[in-house]
């Protein structure tokens, strides 16, 4: 897990948009809770500048789940976007999941 409960409490409120100096970021962020699929919010996490990507752990709530679902994305400049597991780094099909959504709003920022 991305961010523990007590680890998302201390963790700053983070902006739903976001833009690097060379162009790369994200709008509308988004999420959805990993137990029930509805919307989550309050998220709080850390976006981090890489020198061909920018990097975005947050994680929000789901209220009726009492339960925070944690992301982690790497959105390169070429349009990739990168999404982190346990064991490595993988490629987001964009066509097959719920990232679908939140990646278009990333790539039209
Ligand atoms: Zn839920």
Redesign the pocket.
């Known amino acids: 897990m991305i961010f523990t409960p007590e680890q998302y409490v201390k963790a700053p409120p983070i902006d739903s948009s976001y833009k690097s100096e060379s162009g790369i970021g994200f709008e509308d962020l988004s999420g959805?809770?990993?137990?029930?699929?509805?919307p989550?919010n309050n998220f709080r996490g850390f976006v981090t500048e890489h020198p061909n990507c920018v990097e975005v752990r947050f994680a929000g709530v789901?209220?009726?789940?009492?339960?925070i679902?944690s992301y982690h994305f790497r959105i390169y400049e070429d349009g990739r976007i990168m999404t982190n597991k346990d064991d490595g780094w993988y490629n987001i099909d964009t066509k097959s999941t719920w990232y679908s959504r939140f990646v278009n709003k990333i790539k039209n920022a």
Request: hydrophobic share 5%; net charge positive.
């Open positions: 959805e809770c990993k137990r029930c699929g509805k989550t789901c209220h009726p789940c009492k339960l679902t």
